[in-house]
Protein backbone atom coordinates (compact mmCIF):
# COMPACT_ATOMS: atom_id res chain seq x y z
CA UNK A 1 0.00 0.00 0.00
CA UNK A 2 1.31 3.56 -0.98
CA UNK A 3 1.15 5.58 2.08
CA UNK A 4 0.69 9.59 1.96
CA UNK A 5 3.64 11.75 3.37
CA UNK A 6 1.63 13.57 6.24
CA UNK A 7 3.11 15.08 9.21
CA UNK A 8 1.83 14.56 12.59
CA UNK A 9 -0.35 17.80 13.18
CA UNK A 10 -1.86 17.55 10.04
CA UNK A 11 -2.51 13.43 9.94
CA UNK A 12 -3.82 13.91 13.24
CA UNK A 13 -6.42 16.20 12.27
CA UNK A 14 -7.60 14.56 9.31
CA UNK A 15 -7.69 10.91 11.80
CA UNK A 16 -10.16 13.08 14.24
CA UNK A 17 -12.47 14.32 11.27
CA UNK A 18 -12.78 10.66 10.12
CA UNK A 19 -13.58 9.46 13.56
CA UNK A 20 -15.97 12.40 13.86
CA UNK A 21 -17.78 10.85 10.54
CA UNK A 22 -17.27 7.59 11.33
CA UNK A 23 -18.13 7.05 14.62
CA UNK A 24 -16.10 4.12 14.81
CA UNK A 25 -13.05 2.42 13.21
CA UNK A 26 -10.14 0.18 13.77
CA UNK A 27 -6.88 1.55 13.09
CA UNK A 28 -6.27 -0.68 10.01
CA UNK A 29 -9.43 0.71 8.29
CA UNK A 30 -7.98 4.36 8.79
CA UNK A 31 -4.70 3.38 7.60
CA UNK A 32 -6.34 2.33 4.28
CA UNK A 33 -8.85 4.65 3.98
CA UNK A 34 -6.62 7.61 4.89
CA UNK A 35 -3.56 6.14 2.94
CA UNK A 36 -1.82 7.00 6.22
CA UNK A 37 1.32 4.70 8.29
CA UNK A 38 -0.42 2.16 10.65
CA UNK A 39 2.84 3.46 12.87
CA UNK A 40 1.51 6.37 12.37
CA UNK A 41 -2.05 5.66 13.31
CA UNK A 42 -0.94 4.35 16.42
CA UNK A 43 0.82 7.09 17.72
CA UNK A 44 -1.96 9.81 16.97
CA UNK A 45 -4.30 7.35 19.13
CA UNK A 46 -1.93 6.80 21.64
CA UNK A 47 -1.69 10.68 22.37
CA UNK A 48 -4.88 10.86 22.41
CA UNK A 49 -5.35 7.77 25.11
CA UNK A 50 -2.85 9.22 27.28
CA UNK A 51 -5.68 11.76 27.81
CA UNK A 52 -8.29 9.42 28.15
CA UNK A 53 -9.66 9.15 31.50
CA UNK A 54 -7.42 8.02 35.06
CA UNK A 55 -6.62 4.74 35.33
CA UNK A 56 -6.88 4.21 31.31
CA UNK A 57 -4.75 1.47 30.03
CA UNK A 58 -1.53 3.18 27.60
CA UNK A 59 -0.26 -0.38 25.96
CA UNK A 60 -2.76 -1.41 23.08
CA UNK A 61 -3.21 0.87 20.08
CA UNK A 62 -7.07 -0.67 20.30
CA UNK A 63 -7.23 0.78 23.45
CA UNK A 64 -5.87 4.16 22.62
CA UNK A 65 -8.01 3.80 19.64
CA UNK A 66 -10.96 3.64 21.74
CA UNK A 67 -9.63 6.79 23.53
CA UNK A 68 -9.47 8.84 20.90
CA UNK A 69 -12.99 7.85 19.82
CA UNK A 70 -13.89 8.82 22.99
CA UNK A 71 -12.24 12.66 22.81
CA UNK A 72 -13.43 13.13 19.71
CA UNK A 73 -17.30 12.37 20.52
CA UNK A 74 -16.87 15.09 22.98
CA UNK A 75 -15.36 17.54 21.01
CA UNK A 76 -12.34 17.65 23.32
CA UNK A 77 -8.46 18.98 21.46
CA UNK A 78 -6.08 16.71 22.54
CA UNK A 79 -3.29 18.88 24.75
CA UNK A 80 0.45 20.29 23.35
CA UNK A 81 1.63 17.54 25.90
CA UNK A 82 0.36 14.68 24.16
CA UNK A 83 1.32 15.59 20.71
CA UNK A 84 5.01 13.46 20.55
CA UNK A 85 7.87 15.71 19.79
CA UNK A 86 8.76 15.18 15.53
Do not use: H, N
Not at 30 to 48: F, K, N, P, S, W
Not at 54 to 83: F, H, M, N, V
Amino acid sequence: MKYRDLDYDTAKKEVIVYFQERGEAYPSEVEEDLELDYELVCQITEGAEARGPPGAAKTDCYEAWDALARLSKSGQRPARSAIPAS
